[in-house]
């Protein structure tokens, strides 16, 4: 895989890229399952560096919540665990339905397939979504993410 993230096809009302991070699987793994880590990985912008409340590793059913801001305005959202295999998947829910979900797989004992995906499918119109350009604005905020995990393990 390139050093660079590449789009996956993940179905409908799905953006996902995928990148090779020369880390072994626990180790991200870990750093995703903190929220309180979550700003070191946001390439988006909106994460602010404020406390995250919640627990130090997240599971099935845990709520957080991080302190965000876009477009100049600062608010906080909370979000519930939805999926969470150990060292595989870690997905959660947004309070407006959509998810947000990483997927982890050892290519080898010092590098990992890293997939991150936003998933809108679930929402009552999801078409809302790409008119407002949200499925894009979120693409390329999941590539800037991985591009800088990829970067912390070089």
Do not use: C
């Amino acid at each position: 895989m390139a050093d660079k993230p590449v789009a996956v096809d993940s179905g409908p009302h799905q953006v996902s890229r995928q990148i090779v991070v020369n880390a072994p699987v626990a180790e991200i793994f870990a750093l995703v399952a903190n929220p309180h880590r979550h700003p070191e990985l946001d390439g988006s912008g909106t994460v602010r560096h404020t406390p995250v409340t919640g627990p130090e590793r997240l599971e099935r059913g845990a709520r957080f919540s991080v302190g965000m801001k876009q477009y100049g305005f600062p608010y906080k959202i909370t979000s519930t665990v939805t999926e969470f295999a150990d060292n595989q998947v870690i997905e959660w829910r947004h309070p407006m339905g959509h998810r947000w979900r990483w997927e982890m797989a050892s290519e080898s004992p010092t590098s990992t397939r890293v997939t991150e995906t936003f998933d809108y499918s679930r929402l009552k119109m999801p078409k809302a979504i790409e008119i407002i350009g949200y499925d894009k604005k979120n693409a390329d905020g999941i590539e800037a993410t991985l591009t800088a995990l990829s970067a912390r393990f070089v």
